[in-house]
């Protein structure tokens, strides 16, 4: 017997979701009110346009940080707002951009004469947007530096003349050392430098056990074989880069992790940031299991996991699988990963 | 057409799961050795017998405060162990109480000489082996209080000559209350009485829109029709009360909140906490829906809810559900939950 008793060794059907949803077009909007209504202290929603700001703008004169993306993410990015973090993140609809209006609307509002960097994931709808807005802004006088998180390496394919890497959950560690290096005093150039830096140095790798479903719809985004797994799965309810036969929550964790030892060429005496991250439907039990194999594989390596999140950080929706993201550390980014931050999400 | 599109009117099938596993038996010991990996600077893991502690001990001379309870409700209670909380956590497997042997070995060890604190949910396992601990402990010399966490209305009929009331996500408030009076230097018989007080005003309530799984259960806990929802359920797979008619999330928190409001006896000019706790598998969206209702209603009958969480703190392994937990606040409550926290699930 495998890890999984008696499962049928057949096509899974498509399972029946129900959700917590009055009409699936009010989602987003009547999410963000909960939110709002639930941490005042942390964040404040403008309305029209809609973008989500800290409830206590941060003191002029320093660089402002923002992102932004699909919702369905959830903690991202709403979640990551606050002291430390960012000064904004502008939710688009389920799963799609949000719009260059949204966007410029927080550069102009968190805006305090430093600059504004966009901390922007790449897919070529949020990429294009955020352009877009930044050109606007800059018209009005503000200058943005854009930092392009793609540490998917399911998709390294897709460099050279296609899109490139999918932007996934090393989002959390960008969006988090750029809010500390912004915090501090930082200029626009250094907090940019400094962001690149660790999205040039991140990777990800994901694996699905189920797809998640849109608010509303009866069915999940795609269906699998009850004996495979969706190996290289993007948080967009997309289909991964394979199908791997389903085995044991450390064989999962070594196909994870292994690639992203080898991409980052990393070995004895490096250090990283680990994120072993939930994508919606995953118990803690579960990740927390996957995690003690990343570590052990890591460690065996030679490779010193410094700092580590388990739970769900970026998810697609309610889908059952994980994501393991590494980023090389060293003093200085480790000095900001551990600055303060105050925000739903992170909070130390 | 409702809320949900094109769901059939039958009985869900029994939905197959896949997990990330090894082996089943495995899954607590692996995901605390994986837990202590990736949080050393909060949790140390004695493994045997098995008990969670803080990373670094509270001075002696403070009352201690310790919780457990089955796994599986993830982050509930490893999650709430740091400064500002609980001193340790005592981890049964999953659903299953922890030994008399382990609590008493975690209040011994984290015992200062002012007295222990027992947080414990009513369950009959988990009341009676913490009470064979308290014994032992006391025959070591080592004075034990325990408060009952039993907030669940839906087990309102079960108190008489019955069990009482269940112990739910009211849990976190307690504790977090409990483990700020304690840190804060509050003797054996204050610390008590603060968190019997937040127990016996606090009340809970819970929906399921599909059954968790066990770790290597192929199949959820229970079925449900498609047109309907388990209400009044658990959080240990068991099933609710009884159906309702699957609803609009508006109509479902409805449900769920007036009757808190009632048992409580809270109306116009009343304060409470306000938690809006996802079973496991719910996404960060519709917690916030069904929050942005909790909040509505209450603000429509004059009551202010002065603080809130949304998000998975006592799940049901990857139960599709929520729960809400309304506890009746004051400014000593209050002082206390805003007190600093630095555990792994909450953190300020």
């Keep these: 017997m495998t890890a999984q008793d008696a499962i049928p060794d057949q096509i899974l059907v498509s399972t029946p979701r129900r959700q917590f949803v ?3 077009d009010d989602v987003v909007e009547e999410a963000l009110e909960g939110l709002e209504g639930a941490y005042p202290r942390l964040i ?3 309305r029209d346009p809609s973008f989500v700001a800290r409830a206590q703008a941060a003191p002029p004169g320093r660089v402002a940080v923002i ?11 709403v979640g990551m707002v606050g002291e430390g973090m960012l000064d904004a993140a502008v939710p688009g609809a389920v799963f799609a951009s949000p719009t260059a209006g949204q966007i410029l609307a927080a550069t102009q509002s968190v805006s305090g004469g430093a600059g504004v960097v966009h901390v922007v994931k790449n897919y070529t709808g949020d990429v294009l947007n955020f352009e877009i807005a930044a050109e606007f802004a800059t018209d009005d006088g503000i200058t943005v530096r854009q930092i392009l998180v793609d540490d998917d390496l399911a998709t390294t394919s897709m460099t050279g003349d296609g899109p490139g890497r999918r932007g996934t959950a090393a989002t959390v560690v960008v969006e988090k050392v750029v809010g500390a290096a912004a915090s501090a005093g930082a200029d626009l150039e250094r907090v940019t430098a400094i962001g690149r830096r660790v999205a040039a140095t ?29 190996f290289g799965v993007g948080i967009h309810g997309e289909r991964g880069v394979g199908r791997r036969a389903f085995a044991p929550a450390d064989d999962l964790a070594d196909l994870l992790v292994r690639p992203l030892v080898a991409d980052l060429a990393i070995g004895r005496g490096d250090r990283v940031i680990a994120i072993t991250n939930g994508l919606g439907a995953t118990t803690g039990l579960e990740l927390a299991v996957i995690h003690r194999r990343v570590a052990r594989i890591l460690d065996a390596a030679g490779i010193t996991v410094e700092r580590a999140l388990v739970g769900p950080y970026v998810t697609s929706l309610d889908m059952a699988g994980c994501s393991v993201t590494l980023t090389r550390a060293d003093d200085e980014l480790l000095a900001l990963w551990d600055a303060p931050v105050r925000t739903i999400a992170l909070s130390w």
Tied chains: 1, 2.
């Design 22 to 24: 009055n009409h699936p």
């Design 44 to 46: 404040r929603w403008n």
């Design 67 to 77: 992102s932004g993306g699909g919702s369905g993410h959830e903690p991202l990015h």
């Design 202 to 230: 991140s990777r990800s790798m994901a694996v699905a056990l189920a797809a998640g479903a849109h608010p509303g719809a009866a069915r999940p985004s795609f269906d699998l074989p009850a004996d495979e797994v969706e």
